[in-house]
């Protein structure tokens, strides 16, 4: 059970990484006025609606709860 959760915690690892990285694609984009066509959503007004945002914000709760689990396993 525990190779289980430590697989759990890194696939959650690696997407949190990947939900910001695309997040600050995003705002990089908005705050230098120009369209990103490689984030989230091409040409979004407010890169905090974008899904890229939620995601990355989903994927951290999910990362620290996962974290807490592989602590309290040990």
């Known amino acids: ?7 759990q915690f890194i ?3 690696c997407g949190t990484i990947f939900a910001w ?3 600050a694609k995003e705002l990089t984009s908005w705050l230098s006025n120009t369209s990103c ?4 959503t091409a040409g979004a007004a407010n890169p905090f ?6 995601g990355a914000i989903f994927f951290s709760i999910a990362l620290i709860l ?4 592989v602590k309290k396993s040990r």
Not at 1 to 7: E, G, N, S, T
Not at 49 to 54: A, K
Request: glycine fraction near 8%; charged fraction near 5%.
């Open 21 to 23: 990285v695309n997040f």
């Open 37 to 40: 066509t490689i984030g989230c």
């Open 11 to 13: 696939v959650l690892f």
């Open 66 to 69: 996962s974290f807490i689990i």
């Open 49 to 54: 609606l974008t899904p890229c945002f939620g």
């Open 1 to 7: 059970m525990k190779k289980v959760i430590l697989a």
